[in-house]
T-cell receptor, first 112, second 114 residues
Framework: QKEVEQNSGPLSVPEGAIASLNCTYS??????FFWYRQYSGKSPELIMF????GDKEDGRFTAQLNKASQYVSLLIRDSQPSDSATYLC????????????FGTGTLLAVQP | NAGVTQTPKFRILKIGQSMTLQCAQD?????MYWYRQDPGMGLKLIYY???????DKGEVPNGYNVSRSTTEDFPLRLELAAPSQTSVYFC?????????????FGPGTRLLVL
């Protein structure tokens, strides 16, 4: 059973701090990694995707990938109350194209 | 563009009833997906389609059926509804396969089976 694991949280950080969200995956053959943000009662929206080992930065967001450790993370700098949401990690299922495996999500609460 | 649209937004079904959840996209995407999301859980893939006339099972297909007669539409059929099918259902589409493009999600359908 291919799995994607996240700490469910809630992760509480003060406004302006760095929020660090983590995700581990079981399928060593996975090639594509995605972070989605989901506000309560809304649909997921893509925040970041990463394919290569290392860091990828987009504004206040940085995705980090370590395939050897099967670990992907999302850093949110200068956290804002509007960042409060559930963050879903998703990983492609190697050998089964067109399928994403989602983690259960981490609830982030940014305190003003 | 309206993007991905889903109807209805909310529905209550009695055990044993059937219904069809509608999904449509106007972005000419080849790939379409149906997910369910139970409270506090991630998304589970029910069915997906790589083009008109082509569908395949995901992780949790039991109790559901799909069809894809056009590029735009991808309805999900629930036969003999059960309480275990109470969930939020999301439809998504993407231009190409997972590795190349993100998926665009619809607003979701909340289904309650009593």
């Amino acid at each position: 059973q291919k799995e994607v694991e996240q700490n469910s949280g809630p992760l509480s950080v003060p406004e302006g701090a760095i929020a660090s969200l983590n995700c581990t995956y079981s399928d060593r053959g996975s090639q594509s990694f995605f972070w989605y943000r989901q506000y309560s009662g809304k649909s997921p929206e893509l925040i970041m995707f990463i394919y290569s080992n290392g860091d990828k930065e987009d504004g206040r967001f940085t995705a980090q990938l370590n395939k050897a450790s099967q670990y992907v993370s999302l850093l949110i700098r200068d956290s804002q109350p509007s960042d409060s949401a559930t963050y879903l990690c998703a990983v492609d299922s190697w050998g089964a194209t067109n399928k994403l495996i989602f983690g259960t999500g981490t609830l982030l609460a940014v305190q003003p | 563009n309206a993007g991905v649209t889903q109807t209805p937004k909310f529905r209550i079904l009695k055990i044993g009833q059937s219904m069809t959840l509608q999904c449509a996209q106007d972005m000419n995407h080849n790939y379409m997906y149906w997910y369910r999301q139970d409270p506090g859980m991630g998304l589970k893939l029910i069915y997906y389609s790589v083009g008109a006339g082509i569908t395949d099972k995901g992780e949790v297909p039991n109790g559901y059926n799909v069809s894809r007669s056009t590029t735009e539409d991808f309805p999900l059929r629930l036969e003999l509804a059960a309480p275990s099918q109470t969930s939020v259902y999301f439809c998504a589409s993407s231009p190409t396969g997972i590795g190349q493009e993100t998926q665009y999600f619809g607003p979701g359908t909340r289904l309650l089976v009593l």
